[in-house]
């Protein structure tokens, strides 16, 4: 270990004592506020910065003068130095102005020195013709942390930027969360260090939150990372600095992950850490300080040294391989090395092409290679075309390439379209392009209509549009009513609207009548409804005869008879021969109810429980049915296995479809207003195969455009819709993901799917895995927006913006259709599991 380890995670200003220099300058408390040298000759300018004392720093900043731009450093380094004599170089910069900013930073790993050197080239000033050099606010600093962030935070008092405020009161605390789950924060020092102790301070309090179970992790580049300690069982007092000292590690970034675990009768789980202190040593170290180290122990099959050795053959992680392991020997057609070679031409799995495999010599039309060749014009499958087939040269009027080319105006098909072809031209009144314009209201057939046509202009009482507006009242014909005729008012019964309503018992004509008029309410022997009722037996005129009067059931036996066919009503059992019917009867079949006698011109009702009421047999059709709504109708009020309409076949389809100019089948699950039946909300149920020929469109209203499966969720995991789900231990259970770059993805949560996989089980939740849903994401790695890849996250159940250079097979939640530009959100995204 080295003999000075310096505190580099607090920002921490280097005061220069004295400066040595030519020029001008301004230095207040440590810092040198301004420089301004000037000279008649191309010289060097040169500031030497004097410590009483050697001084430990890994940032140089400083700012452009202003009004002296043209005059700011432009070929220039800094050098160190221990006694004043030998100098180092650590930075150097050449045509610097052209990138230069108003404040200039230089980050680098800590060193120590008791001098600094500021060399520079004097600048060339074409009005003063002198040369010339200006710069401000120099400073010699530990840059400190340079960026903090972290999985949650819990309020304003207890966020990421107190670890480093030198303060013992607050720190940082993850978010209060009802269940256990990992948090972190990751600490940026701007530049590589050699890091040698870390420093953590609890909270002063009876309950520290101090993570019992924590790993750090640390990493030059933010990409690589290696795990640096892990504490599994720590235990904390209140108000107390721990340090951990290790051998010097090089690295900028430090990641401090806390796993949060399940305790009885705990109901709230939070991290909560007060400082964080990192310590380096610095780069230039005297030999005469450094310590002798230990010897390392020697690596074998049985103990480690830095490593420990692989026995032949063994596959564990976390082993290295010895040179003698047979897996490493060169590897022929009998004998796997790092792999097994294959014979000329083998195809079996796992084995290597050799380079002399005839597969990889040169291909003919006759000899396969890694192709055989087409021979020219050849069609045959497998065979790849060659860079001269006649196929390929340009093609004419008159010979093929690829295509045959059409002639101008030429509609034969098997050829294409030139680009100089007449129907391609802009289109005019009297000539065709791909159209032919039609003059203005003109009316004739296959023209068409350009958009200064006047019939297309805006429409009034007045002038033609494409339609003329009718005025208050108006009835014309070809005139459109506007939405503020007084006619589409609401009628009363003093005003019309579209009607007039008419009073309580009015019976004045144009009048329509109410509903709560007493004219309709039940009718009865003694109060009128729409009818007064007949008593039984009753021959009073203007009353109607109720259902159970007995003289509606005083049967009469027919007589047999003939006569020619008329309107007469009677029983035809004593008759034979054809039966041709004309006439009239309007009742309108609705609700699911048995129809009344008087539904039809021909009733016919079999007492029997079994049998038809009415069959029909014939060499094409059976029944045949016909009306400009509904051909055949069927009615059922059965529950299970029972149906409106059944259709059987021996031989082929139960039932065919066909429509001249709509869907051939429309299976309604809303209802039938006009029939007064509301539906089920379901459709179609398809028990058996299925076999679809042609395009399968799926439209929903709800945005979770998605193939989806139900999937039992692990108990006590709270899944909200968007969430992004993951396997877990439990077999075939999903949970919330909760790791970042997860491979075990499924899908994601959602309330409504297009397209369902399976059955629904208890205690399951619809989760999309292929299509468009809704996505819980946080921007926290960086804006999102449409089509950037999504992976999983630290945040449960939410998905970042990927970084490409950490993705593998099966990490990839998606793409985004959506933006989420700071925090959390919920947008639409395509997902594709891959």
Known sequence: ????????????????????????????????????????????????????????????QFSITENDKKYSPHFFRFEISKDGIVWEPIIQEVDFRKNAKSNNIWTFSLVSANYIKFISKLNLSSEEKKYKISFSNLKIMISGAVKLTASSENDRLWVKENLIDGRKDYGWSSKEKDSPGEESFTLDLGSVNKINELRLLTRNSTETNFPEHFSLFYSEDDLSWFQLMEEPKFFSEPGMWYRWRFLPVNFRFLKFVSYEELRHNKKQYVSQVVEIELYAAPDFIDLSKKEKAEPLPYASILRSGLVRFATEGEAKSGVAVQASDPRLRDATIEFKGIVELASDGEEKPGVVVQGNDKRLKPATDEFRGLVRFAKNGETRTGTAVQGDDDRLKPATTSDY??????????????????????????????????????????????????????????????????????SNGEDSSFAAV????????????????????????????????????????????????????????????????????????????????????????????????????NGKESNQQKSIVSPSINQGVIFGKNES????????????????????????????????????????????HGAIFISQREYALFANGNGLKSKDIQGSGKAILAEGDSLFKGLV??????????IARYFPIVKGDVIAEGDLLVTSSEEGRLSKSKTAYSTRVIGVAIQSESLVLGE????????????????????????????????????????????LNKTKIGMIVGKSLGYCKKGKSTIQAMVSIG
């Open 401 to 470: 390439g690829i295509v045959k080319l059409a002639e101008d105006g030429e509609t034969r098909s098997g050829v294409v379209v030139q680009g100089n072809d007449n129907r391609l031209k802009k289109a005019t009144k009297k000539n065709y392009g791909l159209v032919v314009l039609a003059d203005h209201e003109e009316s004739s057939p296959e023209k068409v209509v350009t958009s200064d046509d006047p019939r297309i202009k805006n429409a009034n009482t007045e002038k033609t549009g494409i339609l003329r507006f009718a």
């Open 697 to 706: 469109q799926i439209q929903t209203k709800n945005g979770n455009d998605c």
């Open 482 to 581: 506007q939405g503020n005729d007084n006619r589409l008012k609401k009628a009363t019964t003093e005003s019309y609207g579209i009607v007039e309503l008419a009073s309580d018992g009015e019976a004045k004509p144009e009048k329509v009548v109410q509903g709560n008029d007493r004219r309709l309410k039940l009718a009865t022997t003694n109060e009128p409804g729409i009818v007064l009722l007949s008593e039984h037996g009753s021959t009073t005129s203007n009353k109607v005869v109720i259902a159970d009067d007995p003289r509606l059931c005083d049967k009469r036996e027919p007589v047999p008879h003939t006569h020619e066919y008329s309107m007469i009503g009677h029983d035809f059992n004593s008759h034979s021969g054809l039966i041709k019917l």
């Open 760 to 803: 629904k089980i208890e205690n399951s939740m619809a989760v999309g895995m292929f299509g468009v849903v809704r996505l819980n994401v946080d921007a926290s790695d960086g804006e999102i927006v449409p089509g950037d890849i999504l992976v999983s996250s630290i945040s449960p159940g939410h998905a970042v913006k990927a970084d």
């Open 1 to 60: 270990m080295p003999d000075t380890s310096i505190r580099i995670s607090h920002s921490q200003l280097q005061k220069i004592q004295k400066i040595t220099a030519k020029g001008k300058y301004k230095l207040h408390e440590g810092v040198l506020e301004s420089y301004i040298e000037d000279s008649e000759n191309p010289d060097n300018s040169v500031v030497i910065f004097n410590f009483s004392e050697e001084v430990y720093f890994n940032s140089i």
């Open 609 to 652: 429980e079994q049998g038809s009421g009415i069959v029909g047999v014939g060499g094409e059709e059976g029944v045949l049915g016909f009306s400009p709504h509904y051909g055949v109708s069927g009615y059922s009020n059965g529950k299970e296995n029972s149906a409106g309409v059944l259709g059987v076949s021996h031989f082929s």
